[in-house]
């Protein structure tokens, strides 16, 4: 069994992933950017292994997660 760290809010690209894994194709480069940050907070909050709380987001912190997420999406559309 391996064991994978806690997730925290500052691990864009590690919630990207996840997000990624989720979500697959079902949301493209553009739909990514129309996610209200409510669902997006939401989603992060249910990401297995995720230790950051609810009160610790911000705005910064999702756009963040938004970006990266898309850079994901990308990456795998070269593939």
Sequence with gaps: MSYEPPIHWNDYEDIALKLHERFGDEFTE???YRIR?????EWVLEIE????????SNEGHL?????SWVYEWRDNQKK
């Design 30 to 32: 553009s739909n990514i």
């Design 37 to 41: 940050f409510t669902d997006l907070l």
């Design 49 to 56: 292994g995720f230790a950051g709380t609810r009160e610790e």
């Design 63 to 67: 756009e963040m997660i938004q970006s």
